[in-house]
């Protein structure tokens, strides 16, 4: 363990939230604070109303109206983000950080200059892939031409500009390197679940409450952008409902739900689902509680869902689709379907709707996955390493379970 440093946490979105970058960056925060650290998290004006404790939130000035959580570009963020690198050099000049983690892509581009100016190691922490992502967020063929042609030159230079770079899956890893950064100089860090015990007996009420039906429940967490993918989640489930007439799909998000349910109509099978508007965690635990599996349909292979951990520490087998869910092992604690064949995403549904028992067998095995393998304790260790070794402090975790082999990508 090294000696307390004081770490600038730069989150280039609104902070917190209960999206899925913002959970882990307030959940590696936190494991940071609870070893000693002095965490400093700078990020937009704005925010959820969540409890932070013990962590030092430092906004930039509300200069222009902007106060959408939703992900992807916007006219006015480059404006913010400017003002991220306005505010992140007070902050280390007034607070006397040592080291830089960045995460979002925005956020390196803003460390930049008080790397530059003020000689400070920046990590940056990749959450994903312009390359994968970038060209989802247009619709016309010409300007999602233009973004991936954007993405390429993301991809290769932002995570350049750090000092060094943690990615979110072996896929991302390979693919910085690829991209020209120095092997020496990318780790291969899984993201942390923070979720406690699950719920040991979930209210029987909610189910009337909500009108869940007496079926077995399928669930859904998350946000509900495009490139979440549920489009395939609704036609595999057209299938789904037709083997098993009293499942139910609950659907927890933040997100409108209108243009989701206009899509489930079209399929025939809104009057199947259940939407949670806004659910508070607690009771997000307790419908995960109730449920007997969950879905993650989305394709995209450079992230690392954060709600996959979530159903996973809950004790809930996941169907997936291959490539876009780095924990998941088919048939140990999860079912994976090849990418967009959706009749074989239905069927793996419908499997373990048909085998309860197997069903509870692979949830066991998730939830095992997710207590030993996302330990935010063991994780911090190595992070902990790469700020030592930026710092020329050694490495010096003595780690009784270390996953750094694991975790560290080569070339080969």
């Known amino acids: 363990m090294i000696d307390p440093l004081k770490i600038a946490m730069v989150a280039a979105c609104p902070f ?3 999206q899925g970058s913002q959970v882990l960056i307030r959940e590696l925060s936190q494991a940071l604070v609870k070893r000693g650290h002095d965490v400093h998290v700078v990020t937009y004006h704005f925010g959820e109303d969540q409890e932070c404790p013990d962590l030092k939130i430092h906004r930039i000035p509300k200069l222009i109206r902007y106060n ?15 003002l991220l690198a306005w505010k992140l050099n007070q902050v280390v000049r007034d607070e006397k950080i040592q080291i830089i983690h960045c995460h979002n892509y925005e956020a390196p581009v803003s ?10 190691p920046v990590v940056y922490h990749s959450h994903n892939t312009m390359s994968d992502e970038f060209y989802t967020y247009f619709r016309l063929k010409f300007p999602q031409k233009l973004a991936k042609y954007a993405a390429y030159l993301m991809d290769r230079f932002i995570p350049r500009s750090s000092d060094f770079a943690i990615a979110i899956n072996r896929r991302v890893a390979k693919f910085l390197m690829d991209m020209g950064m120095p092997p020496s100089r990318v780790k291969f860090i899984p993201p942390g ?6 719920v ?40 789904v409902f037709r083997e098993n007439q009293h499942a139910r799909l609950i659907v927890m998000s ?18 199947k689902i259940v939407i949670l508007k806004d659910p508070a965690f607690a009771l997000i635990r307790e419908v995960m509680a109730l449920a007997t599996l969950a879905v993650n349909p989305r394709i995209s292979w450079s992230g690392y869902p954060i709600k996959l951990l979530n159903y996973m520490a809950a004790g809930l087998p996941v169907v997936a689709f291959e490539g876009a869910a780095p924990a998941i092992e088919d048939g140990i604690n999860g079912a994976l379907a090849p990418p967009l064949d959706t009749r074989a995403f239905a069927y793996k549904i419908n499997n373990l709707l048909r085998q309860s ?27 902990e390493d790469i700020y030592a ?14 996953f750094s082999d694991k975790r560290l990508m080569t070339a080969g």
Do not use: C
């Open 193 to 198: 679940i923070d979720y406690g015990l699950p």
């Open 254 to 271: 933040s997100s409108d739900p209108g243009p989701f349910l206009r899509d489930a109509n079209k399929n025939g099978i809104s009057e």
């Open 111 to 120: 460390a930049l200059p008080v790397r530059l100016f003020r000689k400070i």
């Open 357 to 383: 028992h197997l069903a509870a067998k692979l949830g066991e095995e998730a939830m095992r996955t997710a207590v030993y393998d996302h330990d935010w304790n063991e994780i911090v260790e190595d992070i």
């Open 68 to 82: 959408k959580f939703r992900s992807g570009p916007a006219l006015r963020k480059p404006i913010l983000d400017l």
């Open 16 to 18: 917190p939230t209960s």
């Open 389 to 402: 070794k930026l710092l020329g402090l050694g490495i010096v975790s003595p780690s009784s379970k270390s």
């Open 200 to 239: 040991d007996a979930p209210d029987p009420d909610l189910r009337e409450k909500y009108g869940m039906g007496s079926g077995p429940l399928i669930v859904y967490a998350g946000n509900l952008d495009g490139y979440q993918r549920l489009d395939l989640l609704l036609e595999a489930l057209s299938e």
